[in-house]
């Protein structure tokens, strides 16, 4: 009798679950959806917030549009801030509705509005409405990390939120923070009309990158924007200041009408992961392993809340392959070691695989750095500021890593992405032939530059 | 409100001989899970010489 009653529950709480749902409607959380059908499976999907979550709405897009413009105001184009601001709005409108709300609309999903949370460990609570699900992608993304600063909540600040929709007018802009996201809001307002600062706590901006683009970004954002840049900068306190916001430090102080939090992002992890059986990693995103499962094997993240690189197109990746992996049993991993990515002030900072630091833990590696002045193409454009710089395995002469600074590196890195992916070698570079005259060939140089002097060559040479 | 700065500007200096660095001369290490700068890899060594004795 007891077996009988048993039996049958089970059998409906088989039928009754989903077959997939998925926790979040940003990049990852689309992929998936987007693989899912291409499978076969229609997936529910709840998404809390904006659809489309940060990329199109406060994240990638809106920065890159406003930097576009103020690029067009560098260049001596009428571009008043405010009507930057309405064109951004513009494009971030018209981006949503094509890639989100269209998208959403072509595709056989069951989409609820509202915050998941877990209940147990296949099944999560939304509007009240139990969920259960036979696999799960949790692909709630990041928030801005906000520092413990003493004074910072009571004086009130900026996250990339407000700076990408001010809530007021303003002519200063104090950044505490000095990676990615620092230093994109820092030219775009200074190039926008609006004086910027820059505090960044380590010793050098984008700490993570190899020093010399450190050095070389520091000065060019000094010298050619006007940009001052602090670093090993403590904030201690910050208050009310005669007129504006101030920012007390171990260097000294500095006010300004508002202040810019731009000190990373954390993973949004509140969804009661205990209760499914998932647990976190040291970086306080959600712990995968390479096939993107969590300790819950039914259960597997994707995006911004595992920690790791933060990347929309790294998102969409892990959405894709995350969604194959739970409902094909694909066990599809990604090449981390390709991941490219870019902080697009311009000229742009691009990078992709190891550090000569990173690599020479690995291997036994050498690496080489060449000046965009001997980039025909920077020369010709006349914006030959920046270097390149490459590392390699000197055994096996295999590309380990490229970062460059300097004028279309955003795109140039791509060629390097493809040449780690593929394990290439420094011949494999040599020996293609590149367009003349392309910033792409800054990369060729610095792969030759193992084996010759690039500053004592005609153009082309091979 | 204009910005207004009253801030020590410290550049970024060799830890073994402290001198300026610049993106022609920099070079970092780690030690300690921490990194390092300095002018080239012959002050990074003195440095760690230094700090051992
Ligand atoms: C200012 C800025 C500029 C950037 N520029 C670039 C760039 O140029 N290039 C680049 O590659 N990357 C850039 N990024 C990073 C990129 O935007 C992210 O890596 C990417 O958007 C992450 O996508 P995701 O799907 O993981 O998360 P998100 O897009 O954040 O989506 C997660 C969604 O899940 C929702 N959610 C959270 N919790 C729950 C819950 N419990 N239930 C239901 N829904 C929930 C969230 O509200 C959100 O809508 C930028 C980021 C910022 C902030
Ligand atoms: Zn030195």
């Known amino acids: ?462 | 409100m204009k910005l207004r700065i009253d801030m020590i500007k410290e550049n970024v200096k060799c830890e073994n001989c402290g001198v300026e660095l610049t993106e022609d001369n920099i070079y970092v290490m780690e030690i300690n899970g921490q990194k390092h700068y300095f002018c080239c890899s012959h002050c990074a060594d003195n440095y760690i010489e230094r700090k051992l004795h």
């Open chain 1, 1 to 462: 009798m007891l077996t009988t009653i048993l039996n049958v529950s089970f059998t409906e709480v088989e039928e009754m679950a989903e077959d997939l749902v998925i926790i979040g409607h940003g990049a990852a959380g689309f992929a998936a959806l987007i693989r899912a059908n291409e499978l076969g499976v229609k997936p529910v999907m709840i998404g809390y917030g904006t659809l489309g979550g940060t990329c199109v709405n406060v994240g990638c897009v809106p920065s890159k549009r406003m930097l576009r413009l103020a690029y067009l105001k560098a260049l001596g184009q009428q571009v008043e801030f405010k009507k930057a601001i309405e064109d951004k709005d513009d494009i971030v409108s018209t981006l949503r509705k094509e890639k989100y709300e269209d998208i959403l609309n072509s595709y056989d999903v069951e989409y609820i509005k509202g915050k998941a949370y877990f209940i147990s460990p296949n099944a999560v609570k939304v509007n009240g409405q139990i969920i259960e699900g036979k696999k799960f992608i949790i692909a709630t993304g990041s928030s801005p990390n906000i520092p413990d600063i003493k004074g910072l909540r009571e004086v009130g600040f900026w996250t990339n939120v407000e700076a990408l929709n001010p809530p007021r007018d303003i002519s200063s802009l104090a950044i505490i923070g000095g990676r990615a996201l620092a230093l994109e809001f820092a030219q775009m307002y200074k190039r926008l009309g609006i004086d910027t600062v820059i505090l960044q706590r380590s010793k050098v901006i984008l700490p993570d990158w190899e020093p010399e683009i450190s050095l070389a970004v520091q000065n060019y954002l000094e010298s050619y924007d006007g940009i001052p840049i602090f670093t090993d900068v403590k904030v201690s306190e910050v208050k009310k200041g005669e007129e504006g916001k101030m920012i007390v430090t171990n260097l000294g102080k500095v006010e300004a009408d508002e202040i810019l939090v731009a000190t990373g992002r954390r993973p949004n992890t509140d969804l009661n992961l205990e209760a499914a059986g998932v647990k976190l990693n040291e970086r306080g995103g959600i712990l995968v392993d390479d096939e993107l499962r969590t300790t819950n094997p039914n259960i597997y993240a994707a995006g911004d809340v595992i920690g790791d690189q933060m990347l929309e197109a790294l998102a969409g990746k892990e959405g894709a392959i995350a969604a194959e992996n739970a409902l094909a049993n694909a066990h599809k991993k990604i090449d981390k070691l390709s991941i490219p990515q870019a902080v697009f002030i311009e000229p742009n900072i691009a990078r992709v695989g190891l550090t000569f630091l990173e690599a020479s833990k690995l291997y036994k590696a050498d690496y080489r750095v060449v000046k965009m002045s001997n980039v025909s193409k920077a020369r010709i454009l006349r914006e030959d500021f920046g270097l390149i710089k490459t590392v390699i395995d000197a055994e096996s002469k295999r590309i380990l890593g490229v970062q460059m600074f300097g004028k279309y590196a955003a795109e140039v890195i791509n060629e390097a992405a493809l040449a780690i992916k593929l394990r290439a070698t420094i011949d494999d570079i040599i020996d293609t032939v590149h367009v003349f005259p392309t910033m792409a060939e800054s990369f060729k140089l610095s792969v030759m530059a193992f084996k010759r002097d690039v500053q004592r060559m005609s153009c082309c040479v091979d």
